[in-house]
């Protein structure tokens, strides 16, 4: 059965962790549906690991929807959250219909980065639930660093975090933060913290499933744990058709029709 924004609370509650992943293919999302994870993520990340963009800024509404129909066809089981990308939320009408849009294409779920209570308040006033993002706004971020290592950052983040838990977000993504500022916004907070670089104390998990597979390899941030090497992986098993081709050895008689 698919779980709900309901299913996602009630695990904060009953102390059990909760697992997100980013997938942005058919095959990725059927291989998380099948693991059974919580949720599925078609995250903005989309631009950079398989896209092969700049940064988060360039994606389109466009893109996001196709991938979003992608991974919604391969899903019965996840919750299934899409990202609000970048300029897609300027105003609450804009955001209400971009929103729409992805729930159309198959997103239980919405997300955005940052704390708007206007923009917030007109998506979940039009009944779409919503996750919010606080700690490091990879679309808005001049930089890639840990956020609220000071205390007047700290603060802000935290507030952050409690606007979104008032105005109705069901859950947040909080990123790239100290350890003990993850564990002070998730006691705070009713709804579920989701980290990503901010340590164990969080409710749950999330990682850029190109990340954990070890399939990216423009960077790695700190906080990310590579649990396969599927780059080098696949790259052997290129090398070794490419090398079978040229040697005349593939394909051989147990791939060959008489
Ligand atoms: O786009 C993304 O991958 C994200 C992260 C929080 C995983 O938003």
């Keep these: 059965m698919k779980k709900t924004v309901e299913f996602i609370q009630s695990m904060k509650q009953n102390g059990q962790k909760i697992t997100m992943l980013t997938a942005y293919d058919y ?9 059974e994870v919580d949720m599925i993520l078609v995250g903005d990340s989309l631009g950079m690991v398989v896209l092969g963009y700049e940064d988060t800024r360039s994606i389109t509404m466009a893109d996001m929807l196709h991938h979003t129909r992608i991974v919604a066809r391969g ?12 300029r897609s939320y300027e105003t609450p009408e ?15 779920a919405v997300k955005l980065e940052g704390n708007k209570p206007e923009i917030v308040k007109a998506i979940i006033d039009d009944g779409i639930p919503l996750m919010g993002h606080v700690g490091l706004l990879p679309q808005t971020a001049d930089r890639f660093r840990v956020y609220g290592r000071k205390r007047t950052e700290a603060k802000q983040i935290a507030a952050d975090a409690g606007a979104l838990e008032d105005a109705g977000c069901f859950a947040t993504v909080v990123e790239s933060v100290p350890d003990a500022l993850g564990i002070k ?6 709804i579920p ?34 649990y396969a090497n599927l780059r080098k992986e696949i790259m052997r098993a290129v090398t070794h058709y490419k090398l079978e081709v040229q040697q005349g050895l593939f394909p051989d008689e147990d791939h060959s029709y008489h």
């Design 94 to 108: 804009q955001a209400v219909e971009n929103a729409r849009l992805l729930r159309d294409a198959g997103a239980d």
């Design 75 to 86: 899903n019965t089981e996840c919750l299934l959250i899409a990202d609000l990308p970048y």
């Design 193 to 226: 913290t989701i980290g990503i670089g901010a340590g164990a104390g969080c409710d749950g998990q999330v990682l850029v499933i190109h990340d954990l597979l070890g399939l990216f390899d423009r960077f790695t941030p700190t906080f990310v744990k590579q």
């Design 185 to 190: 916004i998730t006691n705070s907070l009713r």
């Design 27 to 35: 095959p990725t999302a059927r291989i998380l549906n099948d693991v």
